[in-house]
């Protein structure tokens, strides 16, 4: 028997080589069809599958569309899906694991060492006129150490691009073994001690309920007045009061933001004030390869479901029947 055809809803912006990857077995729908909310929910039945970046999948969502079989995440991290409300209806979630950690990595570098050797003054002294009488004398990292939170996908790759700036590297990571860990790399038991040694430190956990607040003033503090804190994770791992007393003291040299709380933020965030923070839209994983392989990833993983296989990454497969 021929089996009906799916159909998808996809992000309103995803690398086309995905959706095209699954055109022999499904419709595709952007979700920028719908004018809003209710429309998309009144018309939520219609789904078989949905690729979703980090717009939010909520229990109502969950709830309307009875017919949903995969939540599939274009990416890592999940915190935007209702686990529990997936789960309890049935419905598989996968991710694409690994898929854009070079990209972030990449990123993350980048930030460190544009905050570092305060490239965003530089720029604008020079934008201004004033790019001779710019004389900022910054420091190197080659006799640095790096610390980062979470040694993942992201952190090890983040690890090994250190290790060709000649910088140290610090892990606080407890579901890692030492085992694991590149032969550069020293694993520390605490985010006190992570922070206390290293001298500049960046996230790559996911944000779950033990990781929310988990950076907050104590930790800053550790921080030497030349450390840096750099965050492509997800913003509400940091405490964002403790980071901005931290940088209204002088007690950190600098941050490097790539993520938001509640999407891009608005005229009252409290770190555009500072000269000294660096931030991006959280662009970390948009490069064309990154973009290419999650959508095609999260494609092959709605195939999965439509085979009925449980894709690789899937994340709640144990606890549905
Ligand atoms: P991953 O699952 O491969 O690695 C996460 C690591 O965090 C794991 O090793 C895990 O053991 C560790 N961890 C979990 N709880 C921890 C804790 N309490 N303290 C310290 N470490 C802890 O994921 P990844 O691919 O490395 O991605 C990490 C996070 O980066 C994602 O969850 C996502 O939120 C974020 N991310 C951001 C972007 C971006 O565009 N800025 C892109 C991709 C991922």
Known sequence: ???????????????????????????????DEYDTRMQLLADAERFDAIITRIERIDREFIDSASNL?????????????DVDAATE???????TPGTNSRAVAEHAITLLLAVRRRLRQAD????????????????????DT??????????????????GLSMGCLVYDPYVDETELSTHVTKVESTAALFEQADAVSVHAPLTAKTRNDISEAELRQLSPSGILVNTARAEIV??????????????AGAGIDVFADGPPSEEYPLLEYENVILTPHIGAQTTEALTQMSVESADN??????????ES???SSELS
Do not use: C
């Open 1 to 31: 028997m021929v089996k009906n055809e799916w159909t998808v809803l996809l992000p309103a912006e995803i690398h086309l080589a995905g959706p095209e990857s699954i055109a022999d077995i499904a419709t595709t729908v952007k979700r």
């Open 69 to 81: 079989e995969i939540i599939s995440k274009h990416g890592v991290g999940y915190d935007n899906i």
């Open 89 to 95: 209806n049935g419905v598989l979630i996968s991710n």
């Open 124 to 143: 604008r002294a020079v934008r201004a006129g004033n790019g001779g009488k710019y004389d900022v004398v910054t420091n190197e990292f080659q006799s």
């Open 146 to 163: 790096i610390g980062l939170y979470g040694y993942g996908d992201i952190g090890s790759e983040v690890a090994n691009l250190v290790s």
């Open 239 to 252: 405490d964002r009061d403790a980071l901005v007393s931290s940088l209204e003291a002088g007690a950190i």
């Open 302 to 311: 709605v195939r999965s479901a439509y085979n009925g296989t449980v894709p």
């Open 314 to 316: 899937a994340l709640n």
